[in-house]
């Protein structure tokens, strides 16, 4: 593909954007990377009390690992989630905020959007060793599941790069497309199994029943980042590989949104410096 081309052609480039977005993240401060585990161990905190506490949410036992720690549960689903935000996020601001770059000097513009995508994966990785680290503590095996799960990850990687060049296109022409995004992963955020179960939305379908010939878990399972937070769930919290038909959903997933966006970006990247 053309894009793996630019990229090899432009690996110093590639590198050192991405080292200026890791080290730009958390510049002048006294923990440096460190913040990277801030923002999910405080959603974690703040979860797990109102959801586990308050609201009583209390989701099934790991099967086979029969871990019952809400706040792993939790964060299984949390940090792929907020990887995902995060690089979306980071990519419609990528090329706006490059503008003047753009305009000086030519490069393959993909660079942009990648090295957004890696500097985030970077953050994300140290993150996910923490909660491995901690799920073997408190009695799971994840360790066996390493391989299947950095596959997932880098298939999840492609997934929210693909979205990303989408919507950083997207915002090139209708700037509004950041606020917008916003609000839509506030409600996406509680459309997906992160902070209850998908046992419960199940219950609530087959208590109402099909209406028209669709049950309610039906219209949910049309979800596409239902089967992401379910596959990281079951390698790293049930320790044991995902239904296949969810494999299949989500490698065809990845593939397929991460060449359509970049179908899109090679498409009016030329016009870049123009539009911008």
């Given at each position: 593909m053309a894009i793996f081309a630019d990229l090899s052609e432009s690996r110093?480039?590639?590198?050192?954007?991405?080292?200026?977005?890791?080290?730009?993240?958390y510049k002048r401060t006294a923990l440096g990377q460190l913040w990277s585990l801030a923002n999910?161990?405080?959603?974690?905190?703040?979860?797990?009390?109102?959801?586990?506490?308050?609201?009583?949410?209390?989701?099934?036992?790991?099967?086979?690992?029969?871990?019952?720690?809400?706040?792993?549960w939790l964060m299984c689903g949390i940090l792929p989630w907020s990887f995902f935000t995060n690089v979306v996020n980071g990519g419609m601001g990528a090329l706006v905020g490059n503008e003047n770059l753009i305009k000086k000097v030519y490069f393959p513009r993909s660079a942009l959007l990648v090295s957004n995508s890696l500097s985030w994966l970077?953050?994300?990785?140290?993150?996910?060793?923490?909660?491995?680290?901690?799920?073997?503590?408190?009695?799971?095996?994840?360790?066996?599941?390493?391989?299947?799960?950095l596959l997932l990850m880098g298939l999840l990687a492609l997934f929210a790069t693909g979205a990303a060049m989408m919507m950083s296109m997207a915002n090139v022409y209708f700037r509004d497309t950041q606020y917008l995004v916003g609000i839509l992963f506030q409600l996406w955020f509680y459309a997906n199994p992160i902070v209850y179960p998908a046992s419960m939305v199940a219950a609530q379908s087959d208590k109402i029943g099909p209406f028209l010939g669709v049950t309610?878990?039906?219209?949910?399972?049309?979800?596409?980042?239902?089967?992401?937070?379910?596959?990281?769930?079951?390698?790293?919290?049930?320790?044991?590989?995902?239904?296949?038909s969810t494999i299949g959903i989500v490698v065809v997933l990845s593939v397929s949104v991460f060449l359509i966006g970049w179908r899109l970006f090679d498409r009016h990247q030329p016009r870049l410096a123009e539009v911008l």
């Open positions: 110093e480039l590639l590198y050192n954007l991405t080292m200026r977005e890791v080290k730009g993240k999910p161990l405080a959603q974690m905190v703040i979860y797990s009390f109102v959801f586990q506490f308050v609201i009583r949410v209390q989701p099934d036992a790991g099967d086979p690992s029969g871990l019952n720690i809400f706040a792993l970077y953050n994300w990785a140290m993150e996910m060793a923490v909660l491995v680290v901690a799920i073997a503590i408190l009695g799971g095996r994840p360790w066996l599941w390493i391989v299947p799960t309610v878990m039906e219209l949910y399972k049309l979800n596409p980042f239902y089967y992401y937070i379910m596959a990281f769930r079951n390698l790293l919290y049930d320790n044991r590989l995902p239904d296949p």
